[in-house]
């Protein structure tokens, strides 16, 4: 074979991934279980570079240089493992099988486990960037093997996005599923980004009186700024639509549930069974599934709430600056909680994952892609154990700075009624940390009252447990 790399699964992203690879120069074999779809991207496509297209998978695996590199590009799951059982048994040992679908990590640790066995390097990689991306750059994460990253790596580095210094947005994340389960937070991190911005268009919205248009430009403002970002470029640009059927802003003809694929629900399951409290993450998930309860919303529609309170121009003015330093201090703490998912689960998995890199691979190519990425990755640079992002001095500074303005939304939403999930529980996470003593003394106090679960002192080593039901003395218990 002559192709160096094969790509198997040609809808939207397959097909543009192949593509990407033949314009870098590489030669492509590409394989669709339905043939129409191979002979479609040739038609439209061929000229863009060297493809083979072939219409079975031995054609397919004899068209690939060895050690070959297949890319599954098919739905996730079941149809993953289908794939692979085709193609595994006429691979041979040294083999490449590279996983770029959205799997989830524990399947592709299972798959890697068992492709091992066999010889062949399974690669789970994660992609993101969508249609576009895939286009022309998307930021790679892939997982796998080292040794498999020392001849995939070179070609991931040629089709991936680069970030404004010119890098390419891709590095080996760790083995096995480290480079899926990075990209899952992404995906988290996105839902949380997207939530926030939500709720900052609803308080421009409600509580400033701005139109679509208004806040279009408040937006186009913002992203001249700190909050510099491809989703803040994508809301202006939406606000700004009008619908062309009706003539009104596009976003108010658009039914208000947001649907969603799974990747920021995984996320939040993961942090659960990690034990790390990603409640912006959370947030946003559940405000996903609370705007599709149609029938729940419905029969609340006459529940009370406050009376509105319009502000006058300058007043709103003024609010929109304290909303910009709200959005962006619930952002830093959305980044603080996924940056923590990904190190919990690096810890736990023994991936050595480095921070630093990763948001580095982020600054281009991605949907979460934002010029705030590039001073993450600096703190993370500068101190590779740095507990938490909040512990960054910089990064301390802006959200103190912004702690008072932040804490006056926060009040005024809830004042005004309206809902803002992502700023509250962002805030509520901040003044956690920062507090001296949090009241879970007094629950643990409760769990040893009905539970005997006993409790630690903060004067003294050991276990205790009080005698509730007795003289309630106290007993050491260890
Ligand atoms: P889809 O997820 O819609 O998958 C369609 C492809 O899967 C087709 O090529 C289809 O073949 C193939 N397929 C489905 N079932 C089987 C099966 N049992 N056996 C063989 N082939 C099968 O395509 P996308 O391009 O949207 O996504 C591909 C992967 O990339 C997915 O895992 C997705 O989650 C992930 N991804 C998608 C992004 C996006 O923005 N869309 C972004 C990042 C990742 P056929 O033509 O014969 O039906």
Redesign the pocket.
Known sequence: GTAQIGV????????NLARNFARNGYTVALH???NA?TRELVESFGDEGSFVPTESAEEFVAALERPRRLMI????G???D??IEEFAPLLEPGDQIID????HFEDTRRRERELRERGIHFVGVG?????EG?LHGPSIMPGGSPESYDTLGPMLERIAAKAPDGTPCTTHIGPDGAGHFVKMVHNGIEYADMQLIAEAYHLLRSVAGYSPEKIAETFREWNTGRLDSYLIEITAEVLAHTDPVTGKPFVDVVADRAEQ?GTGRWTVQIALDLGVPVSGIAEAVFARSLSGHIDLREASQSLPGPTPQPLDEADAARFAAQVEQALYASKIVSYTQGFHQIRAGGDTYDWNIDLGSVAAIWRAGCIIRAAFLDRIRTAFDARADLPSLLSDKQFAEEIGAAQDDWRAVVATAARQGVPTPGFSAALAYYDALRARRLPAALTQAQRDFFGAHTYRRTDREGSFHTLWGGDRSEVGTG
Do not use: W
Not at 8 to 15: E, F, K, N, P, S
Not at 73 to 76: N, T
Not at 127 to 131: A, I
């Open positions: 198997t699964g040609l809808a939207v992203m397959g097909r669709n279980r339905t779809r590009m098919v739905k996730a079941a149809p993953t289908a794939v770029g679908g959205n799997a992609v993101s960037g969508g249609e895939a694929k």
